[in-house]
């Protein structure tokens, strides 16, 4: 029979059965989650001792384990006591590295905890753990550093644990988080049209969007620290999303398609707006050019330009700067003039303020 198919409450013609071995269980339960020990990360902080399957290193080389409980390779396990397992000794003069594992041994029919040796090393190396379906599955949860010379052996967690389920919600997304455990991601679909689709991930700092979904926010990156702007004749185009926590990746052009010369404020570089503040912990560099095609203003028909986000409370505008046009060893000029018939465009990304450092 070319198809299988189960488990039904009898078996078919048609390939259906009703009893499952062992190998298609595991099949089958290991589409339902990977790996994982069966506690969820929930709180802000952690003390090592108060997890499941905390572990310490007694009478040299032995390790208790203590309870918890865990899916592994699609077999559920429930460790009710603590347990005793023995590194075995390293007497050579190059350090190992084991591993302790929860094993599922489909054959034996028993999921049991176990330390798995590794090879002496100038670089050691832990074992891989093994993944084979139907024989043997392993899931880490510790790695154990084991010095030369018989030294005390140490631990290092490695165990994955389960964690909040993500959530979907219509709108009001962020007001929803309050209501959500800290480790949750949420998306928002958007489906008033209000806003945009969004990734939110409620962690210790609270509830922050991680990424935009779907198109880019379209913005207007209005000019400051500069005069006789024109009322019309300005073209605007800013793009701009979200593309991790707290980091925009932003694009603009600014046409002046009018023949006036925009000047700047006395003693301050023309700016461009931001989509968000910028974070002034260190302050910023963005990259851009000016492209000037008649020659307007005495300067170059294409110009690099720079932008700076100043240490301090913040930078809701990039001042713009660029190279001296008559002298190398003069460097960066303050951006004076922004010629007519000339377009600015920068692009690139910037962490943003969004936590008020």
Same mark, same amino acid.
């Given at each position: 029979m070319a198809e299988i198919s189960y488990p039904f409450s009898r078996s078919s013609p048609a390939g259906g059965t009703e009893m499952v071995s062992e190998t298609q269980w595991q099949a089958m339960a290991g589409m339902w989650g990977g790996d994982r020990v069966d506690f969820r990360l929930t709180s802000?902080?952690?003390? *090592?001792?108060?997890? &499941? %399957?905390?572990?310490?290193?007694?009478?040299?080389?032995?390790?208790?384990?203590? @309870?918890?409980?865990?899916?592994?390779?699609?077999?559920?396990?429930?460790?009710t006591a603590s347990t005793l397992l023995t590194v075995?000794?390293?007497?050579?003069?190059?350090?190992?590295?084991?591993?302790?594992?929860?094993?599922?041994?489909v054959v034996q029919g028993s999921v049991n905890a176990s330390v798995v040796k590794g090879q002496p090393s100038a670089s050691p190396i832990a074992p891989l753990p093994k993944r084979i379906p139907g024989q043997q599955w392993e899931m880490v949860l510790y790695e154990v550093d084991v010095?030369?010379?018989?030294?005390?052996?140490?631990? *290092?967690?490695?165990? &994955? %644990?389960?964690?909040?389920?993500?959530?979907?919600?219509?709108?009001?997304?962020? @007001?929803?988080a309050d209501f959500l455990p800290v480790g949750t991601f949420l998306l928002d679909l958007d489906n008033n049209g209000g806003d945009s689709q969004n990734e939110m991930f409620k962690g210790r700092d609270g509830c922050i969007i991680t990424r935009h979904l779907g198109k880019s926010r379209t913005y207007s990156p209005g000019l400051a620290n500069a005069i006789n702007v024109p009322s019309n004749g300005m073209v605007y185009k800013g793009r701009w999303r979200w593309i991790a926590p707290n980091v925009v990746f932003y694009s603009i052009s600014i046409e002046n398609t009018t023949t006036t010369t925009i000047k700047n404020r006395p003693d301050v570089p023309i700016a461009f707006e931001l989509p968000h503040q910028a974070n002034g912990g260190t302050g910023q560099v963005l990259n851009g050019h000016m492209r000037n095609m008649d020659y307007r203003g005495g300067m170059a028909n294409l110009i690099q330009l720079q932008a700076m986000c100043w240490p301090g409370g913040g930078s809701t505008h990039a001042s713009m700067?660029?190279?001296?046009?008559?002298?190398?060893?003069?460097?960066?000029?303050?951006?004076r003039t922004f010629p007519g018939r000339s377009t600015i465009f920068f692009s690139g990304t910037y962490e943003a303020n969004v936590f008020s450092e």
């Amino acid at each position: 029979m070319a198809e299988i198919s189960y488990p039904f409450s009898r078996s078919s013609p048609a390939g259906g059965t009703e009893m499952v071995s062992e190998t298609q269980w595991q099949a089958m339960a290991g589409m339902w989650g990977g790996d994982r020990v069966d506690f969820r990360l929930t709180s802000e902080s952690y003390a *090592s001792g108060v997890l &499941p %399957f905390s572990a310490t290193v007694i009478n040299g080389r032995t390790i208790e384990l203590q @309870p918890g409980r865990a899916w592994v390779g699609g077999f559920y396990y429930q460790l009710t006591a603590s347990t005793l397992l023995t590194v075995e000794p390293n007497p050579t003069d190059k350090a190992r590295k084991d591993t302790l594992v929860l094993r599922t041994d489909v054959v034996q029919g028993s999921v049991n905890a176990s330390v798995v040796k590794g090879q002496p090393s100038a670089s050691p190396i832990a074992p891989l753990p093994k993944r084979i379906p139907g024989q043997q599955w392993e899931m880490v949860l510790y790695e154990v550093d084991v010095p030369a010379k018989d030294g005390a052996p140490q631990l *290092s967690l490695r165990a &994955p %644990f389960d964690l909040p389920q993500a959530v979907a919600t219509p709108w009001n997304t962020r @007001p929803a988080a309050d209501f959500l455990p800290v480790g949750t991601f949420l998306l928002d679909l958007d489906n008033n049209g209000g806003d945009s689709q969004n990734e939110m991930f409620k962690g210790r700092d609270g509830c922050i969007i991680t990424r935009h979904l779907g198109k880019s926010r379209t913005y207007s990156p209005g000019l400051a620290n500069a005069i006789n702007v024109p009322s019309n004749g300005m073209v605007y185009k800013g793009r701009w999303r979200w593309i991790a926590p707290n980091v925009v990746f932003y694009s603009i052009s600014i046409e002046n398609t009018t023949t006036t010369t925009i000047k700047n404020r006395p003693d301050v570089p023309i700016a461009f707006e931001l989509p968000h503040q910028a974070n002034g912990g260190t302050g910023q560099v963005l990259n851009g050019h000016m492209r000037n095609m008649d020659y307007r203003g005495g300067m170059a028909n294409l110009i690099q330009l720079q932008a700076m986000c100043w240490p301090g409370g913040g930078s809701t505008h990039a001042s713009m700067y660029y190279h001296n046009s008559q002298t190398v060893s003069e460097g960066m000029d303050v951006l004076r003039t922004f010629p007519g018939r000339s377009t600015i465009f920068f692009s690139g990304t910037y962490e943003a303020n969004v936590f008020s450092e």
